[in-house]
């Protein structure tokens, strides 16, 4: 099988996921991750890893054209979120990916994906909104 027709799978991943990335800023791992576990069968630390790897080059790339082409990177802001996001990579996530089992880490990236689509879906929202109608109607009840 020639070389290209090995690497058309990781292109067509790697292309689908830069164009998610870029289109949302939701970072590459959210979709990389799973499909590094499930597509290529590795563990969930390797694709952690694998995945920070791959999104250097595609960060830069979608970083330089939302910059130049559209003006709209708040570099101050990148710059406070940046020095945290060091900090918390190397001193506490990395560690922490390669401490505990894959199996754990795979669930806990689980619920984070389902928490967080569920507050962009405004699911929590719309919760908050009926318990503070609940509330008022109690309020009101008890005169």
Excluded: C
């Excluded at 020639?2 to 830069?18: E, F, N, Q, R």
């Excluded at 630390?45 to 910059?67: E, F």
């Amino acid at each position: 099988m020639s070389l290209i027709l090995k690497a058309l799978p990781y292109l067509g991943v790697g292309t689908l996921v830069g164009t998610l990335s870029a289109l949302f800023g939701i970072g590459g791992g959210v979709l990389m991750v799973p499909l590094i576990i499930f597509l290529w069968q590795r563990d969930p630390q390797v694709a952690v890893a694998t995945s920070l790897a791959v999104m250097i080059p595609g960060a830069i790339a979608g970083v330089a054209r939302h910059h130049f082409s559209y003006g709209v990177v708040d570099w101050r802001l990148a710059a406070y979120l940046a020095v945290g996001t060091v900090i918390g990579a190397y001193l506490i996530g990395a560690p922490i990916a390669n401490y505990i089992s894959g199996e754990a880490l795979k669930k806990s990236f689980g619920v984070l994906l389902i928490i967080s689509g569920l507050k962009l879906a405004g699911v929590f929202d719309f919760i908050s909104a009926q318990m503070t109608h609940l509330f008022h109607a109690m309020v009101g009840m008890l005169g």
